[in-house]
């Protein structure tokens, strides 16, 4: 029997698995549904775009259509499936968001969640290259590292930025997270450095620690209100294993929610309607499914070194691959996504309400329309970093195997698209910016002489697309939708904590890898916390017989 079963090996469940098992008294295991990450590409930075076409390694999920986006089609949600999760496909770009995001969990009566409060948590993992400060730690296993322009055209979005007088800044995860410039990235000497490499790799050899993969979990059991252990398919075969501490749910915003109420745990009325028995009545399960809703300026450009879709643009990857894998050298060591920023989209926001990807190629539909990318291009995405609207995730049936519904109900508060479209204004003042003359061709998105807020908002409509950063769908608080508490315990049953991004009960403003190993370290020094009195009374009652 183990002590704690953590469910999902992704950025949450490498630092639980990690925190967890430093005490070799404490028996851990992880159980993951995709595979083990020993697949070169995934370690391969530039090979990002390799896993929007991966079923193995991606659940490569579809939202459910809306009519009014992209004509109706599915919107794709890529979430990783392997061990590091989500953070073995991502974006690498390390940013935290804004201190307000947390001093709002706190104010929402989430106690211990300020800024101030997670401040230490965010320093405890990270290994900074620039070093420690007030800001950042460089003790930690996180490696964070500085942008190496290996794009030609990224130093230019910078200086066509200063010449729009966009305000700059070096370090979006400072004193100041306003302005444009370089973003820092979770890469490690040219290579991705997901949450496994940071957390889970290292200790994969302590002897109190299973790492289960291709284990896929249909559902948490019960034994009246306590969470006894977890049911899981693998080769075919079901298995089940006992905790006798807790069961730590990690699967991330879309899976999380649906393994409760594959559990018995949500709304009733959903859960009566596929023949599934209530453990406990939590209506929040799955509700309040917060996302960056995400579109881009576009222009075709003259060749400026970036990326393209053509036979030479082709031939020039393969042999950045043979530079990378003989040398360690060339532009697979890092990301797509150098430069960016956080910008208010109106002059009276409080606070930088959208953030800006500018990219050295066209992408669309998360880098699968490949027909789009056979030209050259710059784009600047734009995301809204803190949509008013609120969708959902929902079973499609009881069967575990199929994927769950994915509803964003994208644009529902219309406040998101008035702040979209003003974000897409300050995008193409930057694509029009003089630096970026040389290379500019024909605008594509929004489209020439488009400039009525109704033509921007259609373009942004038929280009829709998401930043995958979904989150609270097992919202932390104190009020009847609330799944978990502020230590991320689940309402009303014992045994049993969330812990990953489901439980932010607001998106904070900014990519969401480093916010959610954030959470994992403070559940991990909860969950310490916790059992540590318990650890107490067993050696005090283990001395007192060994005394008798
Ligand atoms: C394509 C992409 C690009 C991104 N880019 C960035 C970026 O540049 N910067 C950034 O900060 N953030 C980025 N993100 C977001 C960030 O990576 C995620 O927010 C973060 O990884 C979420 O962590 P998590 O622990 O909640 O979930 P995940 O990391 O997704 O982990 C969940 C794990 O649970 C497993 N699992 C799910 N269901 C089951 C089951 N039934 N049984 C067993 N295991 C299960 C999954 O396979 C997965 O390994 C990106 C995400 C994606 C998908």
Known sequence: MHDYIIIGAGSAGCVLANRLSADPRVRVCVLEAGPADDFPLIHMPGAFGYFMFSKKYNWAFDAQPDPSLRNGSPLFCPRGKALGGSSS????????????????????????????????????????????????GAEGELCVSDWESAYPISPVFLDAARQIGLPMTDDFNGEQQEGFGAYQLTIKDGRRWSAADAFLHPIAKRGNLEIITDAHVTQIDFEGKRATGVTFRSNGRQQTLRAAREVILAAGAYNSPQILMLSGIGDPHELTANGIATVHALPGVGKNLQEHPDTCAAFASKPHGGIRFTPTGVAQMASEGIKYYAANAGKLR????????????????????????????????????????????????VCVLRPKSRGTISL?????????????????????MKTLVAGIRIAIKLLEAPALAPYRKKELLPGEGKRTDEEIEQACRDHMGLVYHPVGTCKMGLDEMAVVGPDLRVHGVEGLRVVDASVMPTLIGGNTNAPTIMIAEKASDMIIADREPAVLENNRTERSRALA
């Open 89 to 136: 496909v991502n974006g690498m770009i390390y940013i935290r968001g804004h201190r307000s995001d947390y001093d709002h969990w706190a104010a929402l009566g989430n106690r211990g969640w300020s800024y101030d409060d997670v401040l230490p948590y965010f320093r405890k993992s990270e290994a900074n290259v620039r070093g420690a400060n007030k800001y950042h």
């Open 334 to 381: 890092t990301t797509i996504t150098e430069v960016g920023g956080f910008l208010k989209s109106r002059p009276d926001a409080d606070l930088p309400d959208v953030q800006l990807h500018a990219l050295p190629l066209l992408f669309d539909d998360s880098g699968r329309d490949l027909n789009l990318m056979r030209r050259d291009g710059i784009s600047c995405h």
């Open 396 to 416: 499609r049936s009881p069967d575990p195997a199929a994927a769950p519904v994915i509803d964003h109900k994208f644009f529902s508060d219309p406040e998101d």
